[in-house]
């Protein structure tokens, strides 16, 4: 979400320890669990290659989740996932998938490892062949998006069965990466959002979006809908944002194409099959960036890296990142409701002492542990990616609401 604009933003840094009201989730959270095969699973708090961080926006209960295993199926493996829920029970979906799906994944995973060692198809991840002929990128990217398509089916069909959480009108978004040694698998379910931080030759911070934001009107996506006869239109009041509605009803108006839950809308094109990706990481890949769109509708994809890449303690970098939305929010949209937020970093290389105490190579610069105040030095910011963000208002921009009813219609999609 956000306008056009011409300059790159400035940022005027200013410590700051005002409104630290509820920046994690209720307090309820252990910081570190230990699951089957030695698992490591973070709800909260930072690890040596891992930052996370959320904060309850201003318009009820915090419906943001999140999660980090590491050495996940017993191995040298991180998991990590967003989930953003919507609806009147989304936090509870949130939490329900923050807890099934990556213990579905985990389970998915040693199940297929089993019937590849008897397969005598194991250790084909880096640089080997199978007896197939299959090269190992190809063969672990196969076997981890069997496993994710598996495991996130498992975790909406559990969830409709559920009867302690009332999804037929709630639901979440899921964005996850997997990452093994030189690999990255990617699964996306809705407008949550992996953003990857690269270099160039120039050694420049370059953002890479990982996902596409899976919105009703993305062609593919309006295609499936429309043959399962749900219908997309948007509101005259927010004529850019395009909604899944039932055939018969003018409910639910949905915002995304993809979801766990929302079981109204399942006969009629929503779906919970996520979106999968593979990228091979290099060296000059820095880390990677999962949030929901409480980050994204105020910030640029080139903000946000520019941001993580400054912190002085990379353990801070998803709180700091939050701090700047929160105030970006308020400064730059003062008439709307801040939306919560929950980001994780996942670094790719073990921080060195130099990278505790150099700014960023960009010129951006270095960032303290305390919080932050914001002030836009330019009255408009430019994105540097290609991807649009949604915005419209009185002031420019509002903020998209997940379900709304008792539609105006302006524009069918």
Same mark, same amino acid.
């Given at each position: 979400?956000?306008?056009?604009?011409?300059?790159?933003?400035?940022?005027?840094?200013?410590?700051?320890? &005002?409104?630290?009201?509820?920046?994690?989730?209720?307090?309820?959270?252990?910081?570190?669990?230990?699951?089957?095969?030695?698992?490591?699973?973070?709800?909260?708090?930072?690890?040596?290659?891992?930052?996370?961080?959320?904060?309850? #926006?201003?318009?009820?209960?915090?419906?943001?989740?999140?999660?980090?295993?590491?050495?996940?199926?017993?191995?040298?493996?991180?998991?990590?996932?967003?989930?953003?829920?919507?609806?009147? $029970?989304?936090?509870?979906?949130?939490?329900?998938? &923050?807890?099934?799906?990556?213990?579905?994944?985990?389970?998915?995973?040693?199940?297929?490892? =089993?019937?590849?060692?008897?397969? #005598?198809?194991?250790?084909?991840?880096?640089?080997?062949?199978?007896?197939?002929?299959?090269?190992?990128?190809?063969?672990?990217?196969?076997?981890?998006?069997?496993?994710?398509?598996?495991?996130?089916?498992?975790?909406?069909?559990?969830?409709?069965?559920?009867?302690?959480?009332?999804?037929?009108?709630?639901?979440?978004?899921?964005?996850?990466?997997?990452?093994?040694?030189?690999?990255?698998?990617?699964?996306?379910? #809705?407008?949550? &959002?992996?953003?990857?931080?690269? &270099?160039?030759?120039?050694?420049?911070?370059?953002?890479?979006?990982? !996902?596409?934001?899976?919105?009703?009107?993305?062609?593919?996506?309006?295609?499936?809908?429309?043959?399962?006869?749900?219908?997309?239109?948007?509101?005259?009041?927010?004529?850019?944002?395009?909604?899944?509605?039932?055939?018969?009803?003018?409910?639910?108006?949905?915002?995304?194409?993809?979801?766990?839950?929302?079981?109204?809308?399942?006969?009629?094109?929503?779906?919970?099959?996520?979106?999968?990706?593979?990228?091979?990481? !290099?060296?000059?890949?820095?880390?990677?960036?999962?949030?929901?769109?409480?980050?994204?509708?105020?910030?640029?994809?080139?903000?946000?890296?520019?941001?993580?890449?400054?912190?002085?303690?990379?353990?801070?970098?998803?709180?700091? $990142?939050?701090?700047?939305?929160?105030?970006?929010?308020?400064?730059?949209?003062?008439?709307?409701?801040?939306?919560?937020?929950?980001? =994780?970093? $996942?670094?790719?290389?073990?921080?060195?002492?130099?990278?505790?105490?150099?700014?960023?190579?960009?010129?951006?610069?270095?960032?303290?542990?305390?919080?932050?105040?914001?002030?836009?030095?330019?009255?408009?910011?430019?994105?540097?990616?290609?991807?649009?963000?949604?915005?419209?208002?009185?002031?420019?921009?509002?903020?998209?609401?997940?379900? =709304?009813? =008792?539609?105006?219609?302006?524009?069918?999609?």
């Amino acid at each position: 979400m956000g306008t056009c604009c011409s300059k790159e933003p400035l940022y005027e840094v200013v410590s700051e320890d &005002r409104d630290e009201k509820q920046y994690v989730r209720d307090g309820e959270d252990d910081d570190e669990n230990i699951a089957d095969d030695g698992a490591i699973v973070r709800l909260q708090g930072p690890s040596a290659f891992t930052s996370m961080f959320t904060k309850q #926006g201003k318009k009820g209960i915090n419906q943001d989740a999140m999660t980090v295993w590491e050495n996940l199926a017993g191995e040298d493996m991180f998991f990590c996932g967003v989930f953003d829920g919507h609806g009147p $029970l989304g936090h509870k979906i949130a939490r329900y998938a &923050r807890d099934t799906l990556p213990s579905k994944l985990h389970s998915a995973i040693k199940r297929s490892q =089993i019937s590849d060692a008897s397969a #005598g198809q194991n250790n084909f991840v880096n640089g080997s062949t199978d007896k197939d002929g299959n090269d190992g990128e190809n063969f672990f990217f196969n076997s981890m998006k069997a496993s994710l398509i598996k495991s996130f089916s498992e975790t909406d069909d559990e969830l409709s069965l559920d009867s302690a959480i009332d999804s037929f009108c709630s639901g979440t978004t899921a964005v996850t990466v997997i990452k093994k040694g030189d690999h990255l698998v990617v699964a996306n379910l #809705g407008d949550s &959002r992996a953003v990857l931080c690269t &270099r160039s030759s120039k050694n420049q911070l370059i953002p890479i979006q990982l !996902t596409v934001d899976l919105k009703p009107n993305v062609p593919s996506e309006a295609e499936r809908i429309n043959i399962c006869k749900g219908r997309i239109f948007a509101l005259d009041e927010e004529p850019d944002v395009y909604r899944i509605w039932m055939p018969e009803d003018d409910c639910p108006g949905l915002a995304m194409a993809r979801a766990f839950g929302d079981f109204c809308l399942k006969d009629y094109g929503l779906i919970s099959c996520p979106e999968i990706s593979h990228r091979k990481l !290099t060296a000059n890949d820095e880390f990677v960036v999962l949030a929901t769109d409480g980050i994204w509708d105020v910030m640029s994809n080139q903000e946000v890296i520019k941001i993580v890449s400054s912190v002085k303690d990379r353990s801070t970098a998803a709180k700091t $990142l939050v701090s700047f939305a929160v105030r970006t929010w308020r400064s730059k949209f003062p008439c709307s409701r801040i939306d919560d937020c929950a980001v =994780i970093c $996942l670094f790719f290389k073990e921080e060195t002492v130099a990278s505790k105490s150099t700014s960023d190579v960009n010129g951006g610069s270095s960032v303290s542990r305390a919080e932050f105040s914001v002030h836009r030095k330019s009255k408009s910011v430019k994105s540097e990616d290609n991807f649009e963000r949604e915005s419209k208002g009185s002031d420019g921009v509002s903020t998209i609401n997940s379900f =709304i009813k =008792i539609p105006r219609i302006s524009h069918v999609f």
